[in-house]
């Protein structure tokens, strides 16, 4: 038995789509002559080093699935046509395949199918396997497609588990890869499954009007780890929101879905969050444009509701919850960055205004309270010790600040945690959940002198 090179092979109505649990990819399935089912995965030039571990495809946060119409790795819309049958006849056996009416295309063969060319949709798939030498395969690749693309049903469903690399988003692109999400839940003829349409509409507002936030490299390692560990009983609410609607982009993806990026809409205490993926690496330059104009940056994982969510180590909810602890707990500092040039010029033609895109990053040494800037570390602080192999977090505590006439007055001021190191050693991640933690009560008395800075935690 060999497996379809066309499409994943399917038995009489529309049965579960399976996957390998192991590596993820799409398997065929075929009717053994028994009448049993087996499950194969597809030929191709990949090597198998285990056997098929079928599980419905659903159960899989990322799925290893190739365009049924030229084998691309980035399949991103599936489309509907009428039911497709083939029949394969040989000496002295006939095969029946039921390929059915769902087919996987990348956004270069999606384009083809939405237009209607059937002989580029077929070179395209020809060139691109080992099917263009065997006249047999070339022509049965011909009618198939024909055959989608004369019985194509409107409309298309967004494939969302597609197992797309890591695409890093400038903060400058931020503007632009909002503007294509708004564009893309507003877009009546894409489908998405995670979106019942009231919500769909509400969160396109929202996301329209939302602040764009852009998280360093830094500030996204401390949230992934504190993420983890959350305390107990650590709720998000639109209290913890710096506004009630925002973009945040990190810098690497988190857990099995790959987030990359989170929006989230709050109404009336609720707050409605969409779970991001960002897509487009590897792509050729004119497939990415093309996936640029007709999905974006940004292709939509999960939605979540939120009314009191407690979140936990393993929540699509836990990372945002921690990011938005962290700056709420001024351990960070933002910094206005100016979008893209072109995107500017964009904005400007069209009489928008140019949203602001604010890069979030840790907060470095304890601030200067006058001028912002980081306060200097003295040489002469133990010259016979060893500087420091990392950064540690120095918890935030209550201090006498000096003023008044010679500066011989005394008045409370908190000192928000801040890192204890030099700036290109990494954190040491024993103390990096400490910046959770809520503001302690000032203390009820008023001593005559500056209390002394604690030590660093260890």
Not at 1 to 6: C, H, L, R
Not at 7 to 19: F, I, K, V, Y
Not at 296 to 307: A, E, Q, R
Not at 343 to 360: F, T, W
Request: glycine share 6%; proline share 11%.
């Amino acid at each position: 038995m060999t497996a379809s090179p066309i499409a994943p092979h399917r038995l009489g109505g529309p049965p579960t789509e399976m996957a390998c649990a192991t590596c993820g990819r799409i398997l065929n399935t075929y009717r053994t002559p028994g009448g049993g089912v087996a499950h194969l995965h597809p030929t191709g030039p990949r090597d198998y080093d285990h056997r098929p571990a079928p599980v419905p495809a659903d159960q899989l946060t990322a799925v290893a699935r190739d365009c049924d119409f030229c084998s691309n790795p980035y399949p991103i819309l599936s489309i509907r046509s009428g039911p497709v049958h083939a029949v394969t006849i040989g000496e002295d056996t006939q095969t029946s395949h039921n390929f059915g009416d769902t087919w996987a295309a990348c956004i270069s063969c999606a384009r083809l199918v939405d237009a209607g060319k059937a002989a580029p949709l077929v070179r395209r798939a020809l060139d691109r396997t080992s099917w263009a030498t065997d006249a047999i395969a070339a022509r049965a690749v011909q009618r198939i497609h024909a055959t989608v693309l004369a019985t194509r049903r409107p409309g298309a469903t967004l494939i969302t588990t597609t197992d797309w690399p890591h695409t890093p988003i400038p903060a400058a692109t931020m503007p632009k890869a909002r503007d294509a999400a708004v564009k893309l839940l507003r877009a009546d003829a894409t489908t998405l499954t995670m979106f019942e349409a009231p919500v769909r509409r509400a969160m396109a507002d929202g996301l329209d009007q939302a602040h764009l936030y852009a998280v360093d490299d830094e500030l996204t390692d401390l949230a992934r780890h504190a993420a983890t560990d959350l305390p107990a009983g650590t709720t998000l609410t639109a209290a913890d929101l710096p506004v009630p609607h925002g973009l945040l982009r990190w810098a690497q993806p988190h857990g099995p879905h790959r987030v990359s990026a989170a929006s989230w809409t709050s109404t009336n205490g609720e707050i409605t969050i969409i779970t991001y993926r960002a897509l487009g690496a590897r792509l050729p330059p004119e497939a990415l444009q093309h996936l640029r104009e007709d999905i974006g940056w940004l292709l939509p994982v999960t939605t979540i509701h939120v009314s009191q969510h407690t979140a936990t180590a393993g929540d699509e909810v836990a990372l945002l919850t921690a990011t938005l602890l962290l700056i709420a707990q001024r351990c960070t500092e933002i910094l206005e960055t100016e979008p893209d040039q072109r995107i500017a010029r964009a904005y400007r033609r069209s009489r928008r205004p140019l949203p602001a895109v604010r890069l979030v990053q840790l907060r470095g040494r304890a601030a200067h309270p006058r001028t912002g800037q980081p306060a200097p570390v003295p040489a002469s602080a133990a010259p016979d010790r060893p500087a420091p192999n990392v950064r540690r977090w120095v918890s935030g505590f209550w201090r006498q600040q000096p003023y008044g006439p010679e500066r011989s007055l005394r008045r409370w001021r908190y000192v928000f945690a801040y890192l204890r190191g030099p700036d290109t050693a990494p954190i040491a991640a024993s103390t990096t959940v400490r910046v959770l933690g809520k503001i302690p009560p000032r203390p009820a008395s008023q001593p005559t002198a500056p209390r002394r800075e604690p030590s660093v935690p260890g």
